[in-house]
C-alpha cells in the first residue's frame, strides 16, 4: 500500500466560487493537516488556494508553496507566505518543483491553470513519464464535462481505453486519502530530471 507523504493539490485561485467549493477546500487541508501529509501547492493565498493552504496551517500541517517570481504580488501580495516558499522563475519550474516534491496529486475545483496543471501530469502519466496517483475530486459534479471529455476522447479513438484509468475520481475530499492509501506503491521511478 502506497504511503502518500507529501501531496501536491491543484485547484482554483478565485474565491468568487459556489461556499460548496470553499469549504471543500477547507475540510481538504484541515484533513491533511490530522493524517500528518503534507501539502505541496502553488503558494498563493488567493482563491481555494488560499483556503486549502490556510486550514493546513491552522491544523498544524506543513505547506509547501512554489510561486513563479512575477506572480508573487498578485497571488501572496503584501502578506506573509504560507508556510515554505519557493520562488522560482517560471511556470515551467513552479510544474516542475512541485511535481518533484510530491508522491501523487488531487485536483480540487479550479479554472484554467488548475486544466493546465492537471493535463500536464495526465499526459506525463500517459507517456510513462511517471506512475503517481491523480485524484480528481468532483465536488458537486464540477468535473463532470472533464470526465465525459475523457469518455469521448477514449470512445472516438484519440486516446487508449487505458487512459480511463490515469485518474481516480471521487466525490468528496474525505475519500481522497483512504483512497490513496488503498493504492499500490508507484512502480516507476520518475526519471531524474524531474527529482529534487
Ligand atoms: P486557476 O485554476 O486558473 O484559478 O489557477 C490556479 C493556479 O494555477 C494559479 O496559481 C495559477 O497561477 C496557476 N497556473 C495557471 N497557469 C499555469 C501554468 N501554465 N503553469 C503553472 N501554474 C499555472
Request: glycine residues 12%; proline residues 7%.
Amino acid at each position: 500500500m502506497a504511503r502518500v507523504k507529501s501531496l501536491c493539490v491543484f485547484c482554483g485561485a478565485s474565491g468568487a466560487v459556489d461556499p460548496v467549493y470553499r469549504d471543500a477546500a477547507t475540510r481538504f487541508g484541515a484533513l491533511l493537516a490530522k493524517a500528518g501529509v503534507e501539502l505541496v501547492f502553488g503558494g498563493g493565498r488567493i482563491g481555494l488556494m488560499g483556503l486549502l493552504a490556510e486550514a493546513v496551517m491552522t491544523g498544524g500541517g506543513k505547506v509547501t508553496g512554489v510561486i513563479p517570481r512575477h506572480l508573487h504580488d498578485f497571488e501572496i501580495g503584501d502578506r506573509k507566505p504560507l508556510g515554505e516558499l519557493h520562488i522560482v522563475e517560471t511556470m515551467h519550474e513552479r510544474k516542475a518543483l512541485m511535481f518533484a516534491r510530491s508522491d501523487a496529486f488531487a485536483v480540487l475545483p479550479g479554472g484554467l491553470g488548475t486544466l493546465d496543471e492537471t493535463f500536464e501530469v495526465l499526459t506525463w502519466k500517459q507517456l510513462g513519464l511517471h506512475d503517481k496517483p491523480i485524484v480528481v475530486v468532483d465536488t458537486g459534479g464540477y468535473w463532470n464535462p472533464l470526465i465525459h471529455m475523457i469518455e469521448r476522447v477514449v470512445a472516438t479513438g484519440f486516446a487508449p481505453p487505458s487512459s480511463r484509468d490515469l485518474m481516480r475520481v471521487v466525490g468528496t475530499p474525505e475519500e481522497v486519502l483512504p483512497l490513496l492509501a488503498s493504492l499500490p506503491e508507484p512502480s516507476l521511478a520518475p526519471p531524474s530530471r524531474f527529482t529534487s
